[in-house]
Each structure stands twice: as structure tokens, then as C-alpha cells.
């Protein structure tokens, strides 16, 4: 079984910056997507942040020029920099692998979330 552990929320004031971590365990073949996404107040999840293996690095208009996205495939780790963060990029952040599992299909992995708190 595949596991997905966040880590880096906290509390910071308008203007500062977050590094999250995302790190998955577990045996699978290969990675297709990862990415970082933000429950909104709909309980929908909002992409913020993926990376594939095809296309690159692809990120919401919302976060365009302040967050990126980086990943290190061997250590099955992605990470979302947050720079001049804003009171409505507050929320429970969530990382997912999207990869092709030992038995040969493609499952999508959850962590269970770490919480993003923008306020002065």
C-alpha cells in the first residue's frame, strides 16, 4: 500500500512565505502526476499545483508568480513553495501521487492534508 504524509502547514502573516513537503511510501513502478491541491469552502478540491512526467509543472492562476512546484522522483517527494502568501490561500492543503502500481495500474494517492493558516 501506497502512503502520502504532508507536511509544513502552520500559521503566518499576509506576506510571508511556507515551504510544504509531501513524501510517499510504499513500493510502486513509477510516478505519472504529482500535486498539491486546496479544499475550498464548497469541500470541492482546488488544484493548485501538479507535476507530470509528460507535461511539466502547471499551477492555478490564483498562485501564478508566488507558489512552485518541485519533485524528486527517486525520493518520492514533491514540495509547494509559497511565497507572499495571501489570507485567501488559507486552507487544508492536500498532496497526491498519481502513479502506476506494482500490479500495473494507474491509482491515484491521497495524504490527509496539512493546514495553511494566512492572518495578521
Known amino acids: 500500500q501506497v502512503r502520502v504524509v504532508e507536511s509544513g502547514g502552520d500559521s503566518v502573516q499576509p506576506g510571508g512565505s511556507l515551504r510544504l513537503s509531501c513524501v510517499a511510501s510504499g513500493r510502486f513502478r513509477s510516478t505519472n502526476v504529482m500535486g498539491w491541491y486546496r479544499r475550498t469552502p464548497e469541500n470541492e478540491r482546488e488544484m493548485i499545483a501538479t507535476s507530470s512526467s509528460g507535461?511539466?509543472?502547471?499551477?492555478?492562476?490564483s498562485v501564478k508568480g508566488r507558489f512552485s512546484i518541485s519533485t524528486d522522483s527517486a525520493r518520492k517527494t514533491a514540495y509547494l513553495q509559497m511565497n507572499n502568501l495571501k489570507p485567501e490561500d488559507s486552507?487544508?492543503?492536500y498532496c497526491s501521487f498519481d502513479v502506476v502500481t506494482t500490479g500495473g495500474t494507474r491509482r491515484s494517492f491521497w495524504g490527509q492534508g496539512t493546514q495553511v493558516t494566512v492572518s495578521s
Not at 507535461?55 to 492562476?61: F, K, P, S
Request: no cysteine.
Open 55 to 61: 507535461t511539466g509543472a502547471d499551477l492555478a492562476e
Open 91 to 93: 486552507g487544508v492543503y
